[in-house]
């Protein structure tokens, strides 16, 4: 999205202490795993939730949810706008929440959830969808991340000061989000690492994203609109009960770096 940004991280991402662990194909395309997302932008609101209702979401015992307060904890709700990549340009979104592995104490989240340096802190996936069959597919086959079974409409837009996200399947509308950012938002380059956490043939597996990127955190609801379809997608929302928002995180361009699926 923003030019200056896009060539300051080609130039970081030449620092970046690469080591290829394996190739994958997928429909005939060679991929280098880790796999470099060269040019994206994304979008994260994080949504207060009761832990009770996400329980119902996190298949395995061994992930629980990270308690903000009084019985809450937090839904990721993250649209994603990749412009460059080995499988070429496709757009993303993921529902997943804060879990700590194997914890037995709880932590301030709030500072940590931005950086998960902490390996056993990270988001569990919900669910994922992207919006076209290479995109899908390749997410699908190297990591296993419970993926949408169809193609979707997901667009993320900045427009006079305001950042809309949208997610459709066909016409029917499954969630529309829209925000004004702050005035005279002011992105810094940071280095940031997020773990991941999905179930996959009753299998718990583990994904390290490493970013470079330009990001802006602010905090409260604003002038904050949301808008939740009559859709699968959707539904998962409602039986969730999402409350009101925390956070947003915004990155006009960064640079995703995705290792190999581990099982843990």
């Known amino acids: 999205m923003n030019k200056e940004y896009y060539s300051k991280l080609k130039r970081e991402l030449q620092f970046y202490p690469y080591h290829r662990d394996y190739v994958h194909r997928v429909n005939g395309v060679d991929i280098d795993i880790p796999m470099i997302y060269e040019d994206a932008s994304a979008v994260m609101c994080l949504m207060l939730v009761d832990i009770k209702k996400v329980i119902n979401f996190i298949h395995n015992k061994r992930a629980k949810p990270v308690s903000v307060f009084m019985g809450k904890t937090l839904l990721a709700i993250n649209v994603f706008e990749y412009r460059e990549s080995a499988v070429g340009a496709f757009n993303e979104f993921t529902f997943s929440v804060p879990i700590m592995m194997d914890g037995k104490f709880n932590i301030?989240?709030?500072?940590?959830?931005?950086?998960?340096?902490?390996?056993?802190?990270?988001?569990?996936?919900?669910?994922?969808?992207?919006?076209?069959?290479?995109?899908?597919?390749?997410?699908?086959?190297?990591?296993?991340?419970?993926?949408?079974?169809?193609?979707?409409?997901?667009?993320?837009?900045?427009?006079?000061?305001?950042?809309?996200?949208?997610?459709?399947?066909?016409?029917?509308?499954?969630?529309?989000?829209?925000?004004?950012?702050?005035?005279?938002?002011?992105?810094?380059?940071?280095?940031?690492?997020?773990?991941?956490?999905?179930?996959?043939?009753?299998?718990?597996?583990?994904?390290?994203?490493?970013?470079?990127?330009?990001?802006?955190?602010?905090?409260?609801?604003?002038?904050?609109?949301?808008?939740?379809?009559?859709?699968?997608?959707?539904?998962?929302?409602?039986?969730?009960?999402?409350?009101?928002?925390?956070?947003?995180?915004?990155?006009?361009?960064?640079?995703?770096i995705a290792g190999k699926a581990i099982s843990v």
């Open 108 to 256: 301030p989240i709030l500072p940590l959830i931005f950086d998960q340096r902490f390996s056993k802190l990270g988001f569990y996936v919900i669910q994922l969808g992207a919006s076209n069959d290479l995109g899908r597919k390749h997410i699908e086959d190297i990591w296993g991340y419970p993926t949408y079974k169809n193609n979707l409409n997901i667009s993320l837009t900045q427009d006079n000061g305001r950042l809309t996200s949208t997610i459709k399947e066909n016409n029917d509308n499954i969630l529309t989000i829209s925000e004004s950012l702050p005035k005279n938002s002011k992105f810094k380059f940071q280095r940031k690492r997020f773990n991941t956490y999905f179930m996959c043939n009753k299998e718990l597996r583990h994904v390290e994203l490493n970013t470079l990127l330009f990001c802006k955190t602010w905090i409260g609801n604003r002038d904050f609109k949301i808008t939740i379809g009559d859709h699968e997608i959707g539904n998962i929302l409602n039986e969730l009960g999402i409350e009101k928002k925390i956070a947003t995180v915004f990155y006009p361009n960064a640079v995703e």
